[in-house]
T-cell receptor, first 113, second 113 residues
Framework: AQKITQTQPGMFVQEKEAVTLDCTYD???????LFWYKQPSSGEMIFLIY??????QNATEGRYSLNFQKARKSANLVISASQLGDSAMYFC??????????FGTGTRLLVSP | DGGITQSPKYLFRKEGQNVTLSCEQN?????MYWYRQDPGQGLRLIYY???????QKGDIAEGYSVSREKKESFPLTVTSAQKNPTAFYLC????????????FGPGTRLTVT
C-alpha cells in the first residue's frame, strides 16, 4: 500500500530564508503523482505544487520547488525567501489508484520576523 | 466566483443524532470527495464520487453515508454509528479522474458531545 512519511512535526525559519520540508513515499506503482498542500489556520487546503513520476525535471511554482529524488523516494518541498504568510501546516500527498490521495501527517512551519 | 462551499463552518450535535454536512461546487467538476482530518493528522478519505448517482467508499467509510443526485452537490451524513465523529471535514472536487486537480472547500468542524 502507498504511504507518505513526513518526519518533521515542526520547522522554524526566519523571514527571507529558504526552508526544506521533507517527504518520503513508498509505492510499488511505477506511475504516481506527488503533491504538496498548504493548510493555514483557517483550515482550507491550498494546492502548491505537483510532480509526476515520469517528469524529467523538478517542478517549480514561484517560490516553491520540489526536490524530487526518485531513487530515494523523496519529494521534498523547498520554499525560498520565506514570508510571514508561509506559516501554516504543509502536507505531502500521493495519488493512489485513479482518484485517491494519500496524505502524510504534515509539518507545521513557523516563519519568524 | 467559482469554488466549493461547505456549510456551516462549525456544527454542534448531541451524541446519537445523525447530521448532514453540505458541500456544493460550481466548478463543473465531475469528481467530488469527502475527507476527515483529526488533530495532528493528515486527511483520510471517507467517500468519493466520480459521476452523478455513483460513489465509492474510501478508507474510513464506516458510520458515514453520501449521495450524489446532482453534479454540484455531494452531502455527507455522519450517522450515529460513527464512533468518533468529532473532527474537521473537508470536501474537495476535481476535473474528471485527475487526482492532481483537487480543489478543497473551507471545511466544517463538527463537534459531537
Amino acid at each position: 500500500a502507498q504511504k507518505i512519511t513526513q518526519t518533521q512535526p515542526g520547522m522554524f525559519v526566519q523571514e527571507k530564508e529558504a526552508v526544506t520540508l521533507d517527504c518520503t513515499y513508498d509505492t510499488s506503482d511505477p506511475s504516481y503523482g506527488l503533491f504538496w498542500y498548504k493548510q493555514p489556520s483557517s483550515g482550507e487546503m491550498i494546492f502548491l505544487i505537483y510532480q509526476g513520476s515520469y517528469d524529467q525535471q523538478n517542478a517549480t511554482e514561484g517560490r516553491y520547488s520540489l526536490n524530487f529524488q526518485k531513487a530515494r523516494k523523496s519529494a521534498n518541498l523547498v520554499i525560498s525567501a520565506s514570508q510571514l504568510g508561509d506559516s501554516a501546516m504543509y502536507f505531502c500527498a500521493m495519488f493512489q489508484g485513479f482518484q485517491k490521495l494519500v496524505f502524510g501527517t504534515g509539518t507545521r512551519l513557523l516563519v519568524s520576523p | 466566483d467559482g469554488g466549493i462551499t461547505q456549510s456551516p463552518k462549525y456544527l454542534f450535535r448531541k451524541e446519537g443524532q445523525n447530521v448532514t454536512l453540505s458541500c456544493e461546487q460550481n466548478l463543473n467538476h465531475d469528481a467530488m470527495y469527502w475527507y476527515r482530518q483529526d488533530p495532528g493528522q493528515g486527511l483520510r478519505l471517507i467517500y468519493y464520487s466520480q459521476i452523478v448517482n455513483d460513489f465509492q467508499k474510501g478508507d474510513i467509510a464506516e458510520g458515514y453515508s453520501v449521495s450524489r443526485e446532482k453534479k454540484e452537490s455531494f452531502p455527507l451524513t455522519v450517522t450515529s454509528a460513527q464512533k468518533n465523529p468529532t473532527a474537521f471535514y473537508l470536501c474537495a472536487s476535481s476535473i474528471g479522474g485527475n487526482a492532481y486537480e483537487q480543489y478543497f472547500g473551507p471545511g466544517t468542524r463538527l463537534t459531537v458531545t
